[in-house]
DNA sequence: CTGTTAGCGCCTTCAC
DNA sequence: GTGAAGGCGCTAACAG
């Protein structure tokens, strides 16, 4: 039965100056590059270390300097292409600095985020990114309170000062959408992912904004400024499901009176929507018009390529991370919104709506 | 002008022991849940480190017992959709048994890998899931002489006394090119990231295996065994590039006696072939067959669906990790390969060969 | 059950 | 330029 081995004895600093005949101190002087040593002492010193194999303790270094040169990200699931290229963002500025990245899923559960950063500041990280999944920040408070610094990402909080960075979300949503109430589309759904009571919770906690919200704001302002009545609005929120975004667009597009056109606010539900758009035979653009948010390595590889609102996410991470330097390194300013431009990228996959849309349904099993 | 501010002194266990009028060991036995104390000292306590905002200082724990409860994972690029998964796969397993992982990107550069492994090794993480770049494993041994336990993903690696968790590519690789020339595909190409550089290292450094030598293999096998001549091998590497994918996929389909198949080794390798057969107008698989390693969310979204060698990733990763907690744990059982097995998903981007190849072109621009 | 006392490995005064 | 001694915050023997 194996017994939780305590790891060996490693070569420490003590051993190495013995080893090299010179006094502990010296030792760690030339094996932590600060102070000063003869040539000679510095040769014999290294020369031993290479020997014993030793090898910094950056444990017990932390332990000093109280810096663990660590950056905690809190993202909800580094499968998603989003996270991912975000994470990998704040990861090439964060090693550029030296410092690593320690990564939490969340899965978008408020708990696990909650526990996740709790065990960063009790391990000290330097400063912490997050992409919060409800509204409340009170743990990030708490974070910044112990003097670690946290930047949001993607999304920003109603009342927390804290540094966030995310695109211009609203502009972005209802230049999108613009562009389809132009063509003539009236009947324009909107699937998201963010649920609804979360939505809520941000509305409620707030002046501030929380992504989806602005997101379908934008939506709604695109609309009024058409003239198209509220009640003709269509949004349907199904969390982070790519089968529920499936089956929403599904029960939309077969029922009376459907939608000529989708507008998806994150890859999820575009991976979805395109799911049910296939399975119904839809041809795009002609019967259902599509632009989804956040670009995709594949948008370019399917019939009609697909419209997007592309947002550079590599550089919000990036930024993220940057900021974070910078409070480590003693910034006081005020924290604040950083917003960064999203791109609209004109594909295939709209079109002028349909003058009489045609009727979609799905084909009976073979 | 910033300057490097050293954190804040942070509340410690002398400071909520004095506070709840107890003796500092007390405290810390209460605080760290270990040995025992009275209700009512508990309460204290516990009361005192509320009030205090008492957080536990993971550093210093970890250097009394050895152990960060860390796990330091190195891969080529988290972007990348495979190692995204991978990775997430490693963090569940390790989150369930408290442990967190630190991420490094290599970029398939062999010196950031072992900047990397080593900045690890310093760092104490309690164990290791490497992508190794090379077929160089010194800085990998190093890693385990220090203690830390080393599990190889994705990879094997000759020679290397190492655990390491692979699909039975060869297999995998055989099966599917099998199934390209039993239905009369003599001119298949293999599209791979992998550069020749790392395959000739690999085979050079002995015995064992790297896995893209391992895919052409089994595309050589399946060759052979339909009688077709070594001379008809096609083989590009393109170094994790989609443009070069693209490129070399658009210069073999407009020679003369173009491939009628590819078969391609990754996902970018993938993405690459289909930008090129979409520029060039293929109509799949009628004018080409394609199949792909490893699915991707997009497999079936794009026309016809492609068809893949799919791999159990999270699984790869999940199983990676569970063997670095045995090893943690003391486990000593000698290191061995862990072979997974992928599956073959017949979608609809293969088709017979066609008699007289169409002739593909580069539209003009327009 | 509780308090006192040593360290973990390193950095940092401070004398020499 | 070099060595000795103290402490970072916690755990782990010990006594009491």
Redesign the interface.
Known sequence: M???????R?VTIPDVARHAGVGQATAARVLGGYGSASAATRERVLAAAAEL?Y??????R??I????H?LGVVVA???N?YF??A??GV??VA?RAGL??????TDEDARKERAAV??F????VDGLVVTPAGSDHAHLD?AI????PVVLLDRALGGAGLDSVVVDNRDAAQAAVAGLTSRGHTRIAVITSASPADDAAALASGADIWTTTERLTGYRQALRAAGIPRTAEIVRHTGYDRARARAAVLGLMTADDRPTAVFTTDNVAT?GT??AL?DLDAHLPDDVSVIGFDD???A????PRLTVVSQPVQDLGGLAAEILL?R?????ARPRRHTLRSTYIDRESTAPAPATPRPLRLPPPA
């Open positions: 194996p017994q939780p081995a305590r790891p060996p490693r194999g090898s910094t303790n950056a444990v017990a932390s332990m300097s109280g810096r663990t660590t699931d580094v499968e292409a991912a290229r994470v990998r990861s090439d090693a690593q990245v320690v990564l939490a899923n709790q065990m500041v009790e391990r000290r708490k309170a112990s003097g670690i991976l395109l799911d296939r995709a390595e594949w370019t590889l399917i019939r910078r480590i390194d003693g910034s006081t």
